[in-house]
C-alpha cells in the first residue's frame, strides 16, 4: 500500500505556509513538486525561487496539525512551528513552537540527566 506525507509549500523568507499538499495511502499515486506547482492555484502563479517545499513523512506532525491554531515554518531550520492554544490569560500572543514530539523527546532527555545527577549525587553522599 502507498503511503505518503503531507508536502507543505511555504514562503522562504518568512515560513509562511502556502499550501498544505495533503497526505494519503491506499491505491494513490504521489504527486510532484511540479506536477502541484502546475495543478495548486495557491502556488501557480508564484516564482519557485521564492517558494520552499518541506516534505514530511506519512503520519508526521498529525497531532500537532490537529491541536494548532496556527503553524508555520522556520526558515532557517527549514521544520514546522506550531501555535497551541493557551490557558494563560495573560498571554496574548501565543509563541510558535517545536512539534509536541520533539518537546517530549527534549523533556525525557532532560528527566534522564536530572535522574543520573540526582543518583550520583546519592552515591556521593552515601559513601561519604
Same mark, same amino acid.
Given at each position: 500500500?502507498?503511503?505518503?506525507?503531507? =508536502?507543505?509549500?511555504? =514562503?522562504?523568507? #518568512?515560513?509562511?505556509? +502556502? +499550501?498544505? =499538499?495533503?497526505?494519503?495511502?491506499?491505491? @494513490?499515486?504521489?504527486?510532484?513538486?511540479?506536477?502541484?506547482?502546475?495543478?495548486?492555484?495557491?502556488?501557480?502563479? +508564484?516564482?519557485?525561487? /521564492?517558494?520552499?517545499? $518541506?516534505? $514530511?513523512?506519512?503520519? /508526521?506532525?498529525?497531532?500537532?496539525?490537529? *491541536?494548532?491554531?496556527?503553524? =508555520?515554518?522556520?526558515?532557517? #531550520? /527549514?521544520?514546522? *512551528?506550531?501555535?497551541?492554544?493557551?490557558?494563560?490569560?495573560?498571554?496574548?500572543?501565543? @509563541?510558535? &513552537?517545536?512539534? $509536541?514530539?520533539? &518537546?517530549?523527546?527534549?523533556?525525557?532527555?532532560? /528527566?534522564?540527566?536530572?535522574?543520573?545527577?540526582?543518583?550520583? +549525587?546519592?552515591?556521593?553522599? #552515601?559513601?561519604?
Amino acid at each position: 500500500m502507498t503511503k505518503f506525507g503531507r =508536502r507543505i509549500f511555504y =514562503r522562504k523568507t #518568512t515560513g509562511e505556509v +502556502l +499550501l498544505i =499538499r495533503g497526505e494519503a495511502q491506499g491505491d @494513490v499515486i504521489e504527486s510532484t513538486i511540479d506536477d502541484d506547482f502546475g495543478f495548486y492555484p495557491e502556488i501557480k502563479a +508564484l516564482d519557485r525561487d /521564492q517558494v520552499g517545499v $518541506l516534505q $514530511l513523512e506519512y503520519g /508526521q506532525h498529525t497531532e500537532d496539525f490537529a *491541536l494548532a491554531i496556527a503553524y =508555520r515554518v522556520d526558515p532557517a #531550520t /527549514q521544520s514546522m *512551528l506550531f501555535t497551541f492554544p493557551t490557558d494563560k490569560p495573560d498571554d496574548s500572543v501565543p @509563541v510558535p &513552537q517545536k512539534p $509536541l514530539a520533539d &518537546q517530549v523527546a527534549e523533556l525525557k532527555t532532560r /528527566q534522564d540527566s536530572t535522574e543520573a545527577a540526582m543518583l550520583a +549525587l546519592m552515591d556521593v553522599t #552515601t559513601k561519604s
